[in-house]
């Protein structure tokens, strides 16, 4: 079955205290991203990837980082969270750009993280 | 500037009903591509359908139906006869070319409950 995998689905951590997000796809997309989703505010790009070894800020990258070392995986991690990195993330993978390097297909999205920062 | 905007943060009906959510963006570009998403109670988003920016032709699938009006920059989302299971937050949401930027912008979501 093609899908995004995210884990873990939930997660309470502490101010500080390193952790990291996985995400795989099964689909051999190239492009993958990272949103994060708060109320009021829709989902917001934090990071993505148009391929291997190749990633690029969104609009609230602050706080985060990603790396692409393989096609399938694009981790998500927060090196030292802080409460208002509390919020729902979701990855998500895509097949292709248009030739004017708008999105074009559709984003595939994993079944999202729920974090929580105390 | 907010370059999706739902303006209707909530909308609740009774079953049955005809609901419509309005989704008006904002681009420069003239090769652009307008998404709906359902994100139901379980959380995952779904995509409903893609419209590019040179296909203004309406869409019906079923129940759902869209209207993409260029002219006031517009990709309003119908639902008819509207059911329990529709209840869910929607999403429209914007992909442009601007600056190399490839991502999709996203409105701030319209939470649609369909009361029985």
């Known amino acids: 079955e093609a899908q995004v995998t995210q884990n873990p689905r939930y997660l309470i951590t502490v101010t500080g205290k390193k952790l990291t997000v996985t995400c795989s796809q099964n689909?051999?997309?190239?492009?993958m991203s990272w949103y994060r989703q708060d109320p009021g505010l829709g989902l917001r790009q934090i990071y993505y990837?148009?391929?291997?070894?190749?990633?690029d800020k969104g609009d609230v990258p602050e706080g985060y980082k990603v790396s692409r070392k393989e096609k399938r995986n694009f981790p998500l991690i927060l090196e030292s969270p802080s409460p208002n990195q509390t919020s729902l993330y979701f990855c998500?993978?895509?097949?292709?750009?248009?030739?004017?390097?708008?999105?074009?297909?559709?984003?595939?999205f994993g079944n999202g993280t729920r974090l929580t920062v105390t | 500037a907010q370059k999706v905007t739902q303006a209707q943060t909530e909308i609740s009906v009774v079953e049955k009903e005809d609901v419509t959510l309005d989704c008006v963006y904002e681009?420069?570009?003239?090769?652009?591509?307008l998404f709906w998403y359902k994100q139901p109670p379980s959380g995952e988003l779904v995509f409903l359908i893609r419209?590019?920016?040179?296909?203004?032709q309406n869409e019906i699938s079923g129940r759902y139906s869209w209207n993409f009006q260029k002219s006031t920059s517009s990709f309003n989302f119908t639902i008819t006869a509207s059911q329990v299971v529709d209840s869910a937050v929607y999403f429209c949401?914007?992909?442009?070319?601007?600056?190399?930027?490839?991502?999709?912008?996203f409105g701030q979501g319209t939470r649609l409950t369909i009361n029985p």
């Open positions: 998500a993978s895509s097949l292709s750009l248009s030739r004017q390097g708008a999105l074009f297909s559709p984003l595939h």
């Open positions: 949401a914007l992909s442009e070319a601007t600056q190399g930027a490839q991502k999709l912008v």
């Open positions: 681009t420069r570009d003239t090769t652009y591509y």
């Open positions: 990837s148009m391929n291997v070894e190749v990633t």
């Open positions: 689909m051999n997309h190239e492009y």
């Open positions: 419209r590019n920016s040179f296909d203004e």
